[in-house]
């Protein structure tokens, strides 16, 4: 049984904070996932109240304990001045909250005690003799403890206390990985029984020690079960420090799914009643157990539950057939055209859902170059005489501030100079656009078509197509192109506020134009001419996009989003090979232009050239961070590759920054998710001098010392689908959904004819959904007893195992 949480965290704002050029660091720490850094907000320049607003999803592994979130200075040249405060959660803190947290959380000063990560492998015996009870404490090792060090590494050493006797190991210089294998014996003394506490030091020539973490095991652990194992580093108890008043507070939204996924065997009964529901004739449409799913998810639940169900038919084939099911539901029940797809259904959420996850290579492929030209010309334009800065010209130029109307027709030119190359790249791409989107969208004008097919609603079929084309997919990467993946890093206000008239200028002509005119924006005026005579070239664009052959489902494998050939992510970074012989570390590294498909890892001098040297996916081990100290440089990480004759190979990689870092990490790590032979174990340094840097030893081929993360990735766009992943989430829905199917079984055939008349339905459609609900509750009941028998062998495989602190 998989077990796997996924963390949602949205990093909203912070207020009163001491340093005005801010960003935000998410750090998640626990065994499987020590101190990783998954996420860095974009910086808001001059502002002791910055709004982010941005929002992750990264997949971590059940056991991590802890987020912590840092406030951090950057100053003009881009460079981290420090760290002005910190706040953290535990994960009991949103696990005992289902809906999670929304809340200020104080900022508190960074202590260097409280910062541990790590663990400590020990085995500790309770002897008797002749002269009474001795303890015998074994320290084998340490790992993934925290850089004290400026080499990014640490010189740690162990000090053992029982009672009033302590002992301490000898001193491992310039580690995080040490291998002590020292015993130490103490001599009970007389009086109550005592605990026994490790701390782990790093060893300062100069000045004080720094902490490094710590155990403790009750006396009644000690007795019952000694420890025998690798135990978490734990930071030394303290007070809380109400310090928030000085250092400001941090507005966070933080959700934890937690889920053990059964084998694929449990999930079928569920599977093939979804499927039914799909299949079955669209007279049974609304009483089908998919229709019962929609009735009892709440809206906040739906663009959740609308992803895992889009992911859920995609690796059936079966996206188009799920699409028109909801696509039948929600024109059925649409009177008003004007209305059609406006609410947040399920069939509205789903299909945008379905665009993002089939279609963000084709939105980049249409958008990137022109969001590009704008952030990179940062032309001022502005059509609203309320926000027209009229002396801006003359600040730069030190000529005459230009008119209102200069200033309208010069914005005009500008504005109509981006949105015409954007128009040409939309209404040119019908052949760029994935089939299973055209397919998607053939069906959708089918439906809309038949339910409206009066001359007055010649518009109509159009219009649901260009609503979630333009106004829910083209019109908000330009506006948000970060969210998107389109840019890096937000946008300045200026360069937002073009983005934002240019996401108006497309919605509108998303909109065929019919609100041209109405409302408060009349200042869009002069672009009406332009808008306009972009409507009949989307009608021909339409018409086009779903004139496409074929009912299936084409060109989508059954575990990925793409075909294996696409790219899934490219750019510039530094390669390293594994050994270069006598070349020093900075000229080691070589600027290359890196492709990532579902094939191959590539690599080249610039992109237009034509010598590449590939490493199939498929020869991946494993995809690891690197410790600074490595190469004394940050932002590197390896690709461990395995070739025919069973030789491990390494391959080292350096990103810009801690983001680029963490998606090419992802990336990859989803890529090489089927791969067989993963490594449990690797090394976080580089074998140099004779030695690995991280854990000292003098052979090559010696066994890794810190645990694989494969499981550590960001959540976004790219995800592999995971039938058995998706239908839980179905599962974890219905339960919240179970007594409502209850009341709904229990509905006396009496009541039919009362019902009839309230809801408009007929006896037989209601007799179908309490079958249907009859159905859902036996297969709710065959996934309990089956988690139920999963759970109860974990609690056997605990008890035969060590006992923890």
């Not at 065997?265 to 929609?294: F, I, K, N, R, W």
């Not at 919605?507 to 408060?520: D, F």
Request: aromatic share 8%; hydrophobic share 40%; glycine share 6%.
């Amino acid at each position: 049984m998989a077990k796997s949480s996924s963390l949602n965290v949205r990093v909203v704002e912070g207020r009163a904070l001491p340093a005005k050029d801010v960003s935000a660091s998410c750090v998640a720490q626990g065994p499987l996932a020590p101190c990783t850094s998954f996420r860095r907000t974009a910086t808001v320049w001059r502002s002791l109240g910055p709004f982010w607003g941005e929002e992750y999803t990264v997949h971590l592994p059940l056991d991590f304990q802890q987020l912590a979130f840092y406030v951090l200075d950057e100053d003009t040249v881009g460079c981290v001045a420090g760290e002005t405060g910190m706040c953290g959660l535990q994960t009991q803190a949103w696990c005992l909250c289902l809906p999670g947290i929304d809340s200020w959380i104080n900022l508190s000063r960074v202590d260097p005690d409280a910062e541990v990560q790590g663990e400590i492998c020990l085995s500790v015996q309770m002897l008797e003799d002749g002269r009474g009870r001795c303890l015998r404490c074994h320290v084998l090792q340490a790992r993934d403890l925290a850089p004290r060090d400026i080499s990014g590494t640490s010189d740690p050493f162990a000090r053992v206390f029982w009672g009033s006797q302590s002992l301490e190991t000898s001193t491992i210089k310039k580690t995080r990985f040490p291998h002590w294998d020292e015993v130490l014996e103490l001599r009970e003394m007389p009086g109550a029984p005592s605990p026994l506490r490790v701390e782990l030091w790093d060893w300062d020539m100069v000045g004080k020690n720094d902490f490094l973490g710590m155990v403790e095991f009750s006396p009644k652990t000690l007795q019952q079960k000694p420890p025998n194992g690798w135990f978490r580093l734990l930071p030394f108890p303290r007070a809380e420090e109400d310090s928030g008043r000085n250092l400001g507070a941090l507005r966070v939204k933080v959700r934890l799914i937690e889920d053990r996924v059964l084998p694929s065997q449990c999930y079928q009964p569920l599977m093939e009643l979804l499927m039914e529901s799909v299949l079955g004739p669209a007279e049974e449409d609304t009483a089908s157990p998919l229709a019962l799913l929609e009735e009892l998810t709440l809206g906040d639940c739906r663009q959740d539950l609308a992803t895992k169900l889009v992911k859920l038919f995609l690796g059936r084939g079966l996206a188009g057939p799920f699409l028109d099911y909801l696509t039948r539901r929600e024109v059925a029940r649409t009177m008003d055209p004007n209305t059609l797809f406006r609410s947040n259904s399920l069939a509205s959420k789903s299909m945008e859902q379905f665009m993002k996850l089939v279609g963000m290579p084709y939105l980049h492929e249409v958008l990137k170059p022109m969001i590009s030209r704008v952030f990179e010309e940062k032309k001022y334009m502005e059509l609203d005489p309320c926000k027209m800065d009229l002396g801006r010209t003359r600040r730069i130029s030190f000529k005459g501030a230009p008119s209102e109307e200069q200033m309208r027709e010069t914005s005009l030119g500008l504005l109509t100079g981006y949105l015409g190359p954007i128009m040409d790249a939309i209404v040119g791409s019908v052949g760029r656009c994935p089939p299973a989107m055209r397919l998607a969208f053939k069906q959708l004008h089918r439906r809309v078509k038949e339910r409206f097919p009066k001359p007055e609603h010649q518009d109509v079929k159009y219009l649901a197509i260009s609503g979630f084309l333009f106004l829910r997919f083209f019109a908000p990467a330009i506006l948000t192109p970060k969210l998107f993946d389109l840019r890096d890093q937000h946008a300045d206000p200026q360069t937002s506020r073009s983005l934002l008239l240019l996401a108006k200028a497309v919605q509108s002509i998303g909109n065929l134009g019919q609100q041209l005119g109405q409302g408060k924006e009349l200042w869009m005026a002069p672009l009406h001419p332009f808008l306009l005579q972009s409507v009949s070239r989307v009608r021909d664009f339409l018409d086009r996009l779903v004139d496409v052959d074929g009912d299936e489902e084409a060109g989508v494998p059954a575990r990925a989003l793409f075909p294996p050939s696409a790219i899934v992510r490219e750019g510039y970074l530094l390669k390293r090979k594994e050994e270069p012989a006598g070349l020093a570390t900075r000229f080691a590294f070589k600027k290359r232009y890196v492709w990532l498909s579902g094939e191959t890892l590539s690599f080249s001098k610039s992109p237009e050239w034509q010598t590449r040297h590939s490493i199939p996916v498929s020869h991946i081990r494993a995809v690891e961070r690197v410790d600074e100290g490595a190469f004394q440089l940050p932002h590197v990480m390896q690709v461990v590759t395995q070739d025919g004759a069973g030789a491990l190979h390494t391959t080292y990689l350096q990103c810009k920054n801690v983001n680029e870092l963490n998606q090419w990490l992802s990336a990859l790590r989803k890529a090489s998710a089927p791969n067989p032979d993963k490594l449990a174990a690797c090394h976080p340094g580089a074998f140099r001098s004779a030695r690995w840097t991280c854990c000292l030893q003098a052979e090559r081929s010696a066994a890794g010392c810190s645990r694989t993360h494969s499981a550590v990735t960001l959540g976004d766009w790219s995800d592999p689908l995971d039938p058995d992943a998706e239908a839980q989430t179905v599962y974890r829905q219905l339960l919240l959904g179970r007594d409502q199917l209850r009341l709904k079984l229990l509905e006396d055939s009496n009541m039919d004819t009362a019902l009839e008349a309230d809801t408009g339905a007929c006896p037989e459609v209601l007799a179908r959904q309490r079958a249907a609900a009859a159905r859902l509750l036996e297969v709710l009941a065959d996934l309990d007893r089956a988690h139920e028998e999963f759970q109860q062998q974990e609690r056997e495989k605990v008890a035969l195992g060590p006992l923890g602190p």
